[in-house]
């Protein structure tokens, strides 16, 4: 079975924290997510999770002991920010900054209209989440939301890429299609941006430019850790990743005892060295 075909969507953000229990309440208190599983395990020290869910959003916040420090160094990513829906954009905006959240420096004044992403456009704005992540929420004017409203779930991740073209090619081997692009004009020139899609999960493929190509070298993984995406079967998966020619980061697949009966996982790294988690849930 060919990875494209063996990758179902996605499965989580993954979001690392020095303080687990304050970064649950705040996505649970702030801006409505649902906590729905939470465990300790041992995994290169202790490490405990906590799993929340928005619709099709499930992010896994991670706190490792001894990570304090690396999480101080840690910046914005390669995986540079994650998108909810927001069909009515106006309130919910105004509903987040009633909660206390704040602009994140790429939207210094809020809500950015994007004229030249998709059809009609794009509303915007980027919060600063509990661990410095950055949060956008996302209105496309192209998309008809209906009587919806109120933050949706899934809109995108963003991820930052040096070859636009190179980065379309890989997520086409694990299966994702071009479904959309745009450009954005910044003071370093021209961004081109493509969306990819897997099973409605979208990526927002960004070909950085100038200072901000330079930058994006410094970067490594950041406040956003990693994205995770669902296998039928990750023993396939992982043999046929380096069939592929994906760059697999594991020597072997590794299993954690969460949920009902464990997950066994690696990682794989994309064009830039963004981190992907291939991930099967197992069921016996
Ligand atoms: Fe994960
Ligand atoms: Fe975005």
Known sequence: ????????????????????????AWYEQKLGFRKFYEKTVWNDGKLNVVFLELKDLVIELCEQAQAGRDMQMRGDGILDHFAIDAPDFENCCRRVEDQGLKYHASTPKGAVLYENIGPKGVRGANYVGPNQEVIELCHNCSVNYGYRTGLQGWSHLAVKVSDLQASVSFYEILGFTKVGEGYLDTPDGRLYIGFVDNHGFQLELIQMTGAGLQELKSRGAGHIDHIALNVKDAKEAFYEARKAGCRV?????????????????FMILGPDGEKIEINQRLSW
Do not use: W
Request: proline content about 5%; hydrophobic content about 40%.
């Open 249 to 265: 980061s594991d020597l072997v697949l590794k299993e954690l005892p969460f949920f009902e009966h464990g997950i066994r996982y």
């Open 1 to 24: 079975m060919k990875l494209s075909e063996n990758i179902t969507g996605v499965g989580h953000l993954g979001i690392p924290t020095a303080d687990l229990a304050g970064s649950a």
